[in-house]
Nanobody, 122 residues
Framework: QVQLVESGGGLVQAGGSLRLSCAASGRFFGGYVMGWFRQAPGKEREFVAAVSRSGVGTDYADSVKGRFTISRDNAKNTVYLQMSSLKPEDTAVYYC???????????????WGQGTQVTVSS
């Protein structure tokens, strides 16, 4: 069983940057594809980014491409989401996820964190 804990959320001005972290428990962290999703009030949870087991391959939602960077440090059992040029539309609860395969459909992911709030003010 894998437990995921997100951190690094907070309040930031539009145009600013924020770095989210997701710490995973247990061994075999390197065996999972890792991803980030987000959910704004009144909206469905949406895919943000994913990173391969090795950390080499990445995938991003069109809305964040060029602004967000996902990375992982398997030695630290941690995945990161570096967010730059933040917009008010990025305001949401951000969730870390782990799974055997990557997909925009959240139902294929096996484990989820509790989320961390990101608020971008204009």
């Amino acid at each position: 069983q894998v437990q995921l804990v997100e951190s690094g959320g907070g309040l930031v001005q539009a145009g600013g940057s924020l770095r989210l972290s997701c710490a995973a428990s247990g061994r075999f962290f390197g065996g999972y594809v890792m991803g980030w999703f987000r959910q704004a009030p009144g909206k469905e949870r949406e895919f943000v980014a994913a990173v391969s087991r090795s950390g080499v391959g990445t995938d991003y939602a069109d809305s964040v491409k060029g602004r967000f960077t996902i990375s992982r440090d398997n030695a630290k059992n941690t995945v990161y989401l570096q967010m730059s040029s933040l917009k008010p539309e990025d305001t949401a609860v951000y969730y870390c996820a782990a799974g055997a395969r990557s997909a925009a459909d959240m139902k294929v992911w096996d484990y989820w964190g509790q989320g961390t709030q990101v608020t971008v003010s204009s």
